[in-house]
């Protein structure tokens, strides 16, 4: 899982700003919500405008080169921090399997530009390079004696660049990590819970949502989503060019979905797209945008409690008070983002938190501070 990242002068991040998802409470509510000592559950707040998107966004940096999934590049324009003279962006990441330990550190020019790489497994480097100072880089990777350290001007990240070209050893412990780290960063998925179908990660393409949900044979179970939503309603399919489409049933008159829908139906349409995958073991790590910029809030509620479900590490952000309860989640999980820091509630006060607690209460009294 991810443990923690460092990030300095990209986008809104002059400063190192630093997310530690590993101060983790010993609350006897709600454990599911952290796996061995790191936070596996968690809600962002903050003020609009305070850098919520771009935390999603720098944590999905690492996809654009280590991976063949979409990168989302539309959403790194003006990747270098507008007040800064210096010309590169740096990200330091820590991630936890088990009781192994890997940090990722790189350097960026822009999305598609490395400059230095560095990761290092239990305290061991296990490969590295400064494309400043020379094209060569360095590795300990029981397979990867024999290739080509010089890659000259290429582009490609080393981590890739062994990935796809050594035959590593299985039997290390080390290259076992290696692996690990790779299938996570493979599964992670950023997306925002908009109408438009904009995400980050796990999968190529980007398919059409209506037609997705019947191709997977999932109509009935969206019609009783959206039930268990609130909206009363019964599914067909209509035939679309060449496709199908999803459409209302008014006895014996079909009309097309997306016509009548509400944009908080749409929404939900969007979000069970994705709720179709999140419940697969591939999914590692999941970051929603804006989760619930349409819901009722007691929808808002269902939607963590379904989250909550699957397996992946989750990151909401809102801006909804109302989810910040010990119901749901509990103190440690709960995030307060601003301009120079991010902290969950429970090191935001001196005061003991207890499950009775009315978290939001507090929180708009000026609690945490």
């Known amino acids: 899982m991810l443990k923690k990242i460092e990030i300095t002068n990209f986008k809104n991040f002059e400063n190192r700003f630093v997310f530690d998802l590993s101060n983790a409470k010993s609350f006897e509510?709600?454990?599911?919500?952290?796996?061995?000592?790191?936070?596996?559950?968690?809600?962002?707040?903050?003020?609009?405008?305070?850098?919520?998107?771009?935390?999603?966004?720098?944590?999905?940096?690492?996809?654009?080169?280590?991976?063949?999934?979409?990168?989302?590049?539309?959403?790194?324009?003006?990747?270098?921090?507008?007040?800064?003279?210096?010309?590169?962006?740096?990200?330091?990441?820590?991630?936890?399997?088990?009781?192994?330990?890997?940090?990722?550190?790189?350097?960026?020019?822009?999305?598609?530009?490395?400059?230095?790489?560095?990761?290092?497994?239990?305290?061991?480097?296990?490969?590295?390079?400064?494309?400043?100072?020379?094209?060569?880089?360095?590795?300990?990777?029981?397979?990867?004696?024999?290739?080509?350290?010089?890659?000259?001007?290429?582009?490609?990240?080393?981590?890739?660049?062994?990935?796809?070209?050594?035959?590593?050893?299985?039997?290390?412990?080390?290259?076992?990590?290696?692996?690990?780290?790779?299938?996570?960063?493979?599964?992670m998925l950023f997306f925002r819970s908009l109408e438009f179908n904009n995400y980050i990660g796990f999968e190529q393409g980007s398919g059409d949502i209506g037609s997705d949900i019947i191709e997977k044979g999932h109509l009935k179970a969206f019609e009783k989503f959206l039930n268990e939503a609130g909206i009363e309603c019964k599914l067909g399919k209509i035939k679309t060019l060449d496709k199908f489409d999803l459409a209302f049933k008014f006895g014996k008159k079909l009309l097309p979905f997306w016509d009548i829908a509400s944009q908080g139906t749409r929404s939900l349409a969007l979000f069970y797209y994705w709720f179709q995958r999140l419940e697969e073991d591939d999914i590692s790590f999941v970051f929603v945008d804006e989760f619930d910029a349409f819901y009722h809030h007691l929808l808002s509620a269902m939607i963590i409690k379904r989250l909550k479900e699957i397996k992946a590490q989750v990151i909401v952000t809102t801006h909804n008070t109302s989810m910040m309860t010990n119901e749901l989640l509990r103190p440690d999980c709960y995030f307060i983002m601003k301009k120079e820091t991010i902290k969950s509630i429970s090191n935001l006060t001196a005061k003991e938190l207890r499950e009775a607690h009315n978290l939001e209460k507090m929180y708009k009294a000026g609690s945490f501070v």
Not at 46 to 56: D, F, M, P, V, Y
Not at 73 to 96: G, H, L, V
Not at 98 to 117: H, P, R
């Open 29 to 187: 509510f709600n454990k599911e919500c952290v796996d061995n000592g790191l936070i596996k559950k968690a809600l962002i707040y903050g003020k609009n405008g305070i850098g919520k998107s771009n935390l999603g966004f720098a944590i999905f940096d690492l996809i654009s080169h280590l991976t063949d999934k979409n990168s989302g590049s539309y959403s790194y324009k003006n990747y270098i921090n507008a007040n800064s003279s210096e010309a590169f962006a740096s990200f330091r990441f820590e991630f936890q399997f088990e009781q192994n330990s890997i940090v990722y550190e790189y350097t960026k020019s822009n999305v598609e530009t490395l400059i230095q790489e560095k990761l290092t497994i239990n305290d061991n480097e296990y490969l590295s390079i400064d494309r400043s100072q020379s094209s060569v880089f360095t590795t300990n990777a029981k397979g990867a004696e024999t290739l080509t350290k010089d890659i000259g001007k290429s582009a490609i990240s080393i981590i890739s660049y062994i990935d796809k070209n050594a035959l590593l050893d299985e039997e290390d412990e080390n290259n076992r990590c290696f692996k690990k780290f790779l299938a996570f960063v493979n599964g």
